[in-house]
DNA sequence: CAGTATCCGCTCCGATACTG
DNA sequence: CAGTATCGGAGCGGATACTG
């Protein structure tokens, strides 16, 4: 699809909600740009998203996997690998949401500023 | 900032979980495409997201005048009439969100059938 | 190493009622 | 018309313990 249509002529803006409330929880998208560099093993991602939990990366990679954005390749060594990586799906979301990455970082210090304004107003 | 700065040099990229945190929620977004249009009073937007309650469309515009994408503009009218418009920093938001509509629009049934096929395969 | 299982607080959000 | 106030459920996410 053609990103230079006509504002007006932006198809079905709900389906757009849907994956922002996908995509837009705790982690995904943290999870999504580390991948980009390349595959990682379970404990490499945890590792390189120091907050996360054991469980919330769980199921953040599962989540992932279920959508079809990364695979999940299992060596048969000892001790066992997991390997995760993005899939074509995946690496055009993450370079999709590195639009926004630079919009935030662009912004960041503007919406700081207007929030110590708005709440010094009140 | 350029977009097509390499992979790697990326920076930042917590700033941006901060970002989708404020804007995936709900109903943000929604709200930013619409007034993308044009400024629009507060019961016609109420009216273009149909299922929007009352409170969450007052705590969604309050919360992005706080940050500074809309303004809010009150005319001394009777009844009273406030019109909500986006600012420079929100209009450049909602053109930058649309890269991601296009992604979901574009990968929406691909996604549907990667579930499929997963919760099928368990 | 790569997960599961369980408990639990907190915030999001909806429904409803009320106001200037 | 454009809100505010209050209640309550559901689900996200954290902490911790356990497993093949």
């Known amino acids: 699809m053609d990103v ?3 504002p007006d002529e932006l198809p079905d803006c709900s389906g757009v ?3 922002l409330g996908r995509i ?5 998208v943290q ?3 580390l991948l980009r560099r390349q595959p990682e093993r379970f404990n ?4 390189r998203v120091p907050k996360i ?21 299992v060596r048969a060594t000892a001790p066992p690998q ?3 990586s993005l899939t074509e799906a995946g690496l055009s979301l993450a370079e999709t949401v590195r639009h926004l990455a630079v919009w935030a970082v662009d912004h960041r210090q503007y919406i700081r500023d207007s929030r110590a304004r708005y709440d010094t107003a009140q």
Do not use: F, N, P
């Open 44 to 47: 490499a991602i945890k590792r």
């Open 82 to 84: 997991v390997e995760y």
């Open 17 to 19: 909600g849907d994956v």
């Open 53 to 73: 939990s054991q469980q919330m990366l769980t199921r953040t990679l599962k989540a992932l996997e279920r959508d079809g954005l990364i695979t999940r390749t």
């Open 24 to 28: 837009g929880d705790k982690w995904t």
């Open 4 to 6: 230079t249509t006509k």
């Open 31 to 33: 999870v999504i740009v």
